[in-house]
């Protein structure tokens, strides 16, 4: 399946879902910093996506505003998950169609299984707008905290909300 039609399929799952959703397109972004700098245009809260395995083989996704601390030792006591890591492309690819520098929450979309449990960022829905990739690093779509939300829920993931900072 071409990325033209992987995105499309993001697109159709928004509109199924009724959220309500704006795309920018920008150069490619590969980390925070860069990204902070090109879309500072785009409204609402950028963030980070971090795709981690454990020991026991478990997938983790990490959703965050992109200023959140994460630390990776304390996280992993904390949800008891231990060994946690960041999983290896071929992973990532195979559970969200996505190569590393474009890590998002809508590439749930392929996860058949629901193997990954979604850890989201409490400062998320501080935010009346969060950004994210649809599926590229060429683009991000931004929606409502709440919509993010009832996305990983028709996606069938497990996922848990977080205030990492409390965790540290």
Do not use: W
């Not at 245009?41 to 395995?53: D, E, R, S, T, V």
């Not at 231990?82 to 392929?110: H, M």
């Not at 950004?131 to 829920?153: C, M, R, S, W, Y």
């Amino acid at each position: 399946m071409n990325r033209m039609v992987q995105q499309n399929l993001v697109f159709q799952k928004l509109q199924e879902l009724l959220i309500d959703n704006k795309t920018y397109y920008h150069e490619p972004l590969f980390k925070v910093d860069q990204a902070l700098a090109a879309t500072a245009h785009i409204p609402g809260a950028q963030c980070k996506n971090l795709f981690l395995k454990d020991d026991k083989k478990k997938l983790y996704l990490i959703v965050a505003v992109h200023d959140t601390a994460i630390q990776l030792k304390k996280l992993s006591k904390y949800i008891q998950a231990s060994g946690l890591r960041f999983a290896d492309e071929n992973l990532l690819y195979e559970y969200l169609k996505v190569k590393p520098g474009s890590v998002t929450p809508f590439g749930l979309i392929f996860d058949a299984n629901h193997a990954i449990t979604v850890l989201l960022d409490a400062h998320l829905f501080k935010h009346e707008l969060v950004g994210f990739h649809p599926l590229e690093n060429t683009a991000t779509t931004v929606i409502k905290p709440a919509d993010l939300e009832k996305f990983i829920q028709a996606s069938q993931n497990n996922y848990r909300v977080i205030n990492f900072s409390e965790i540290y």
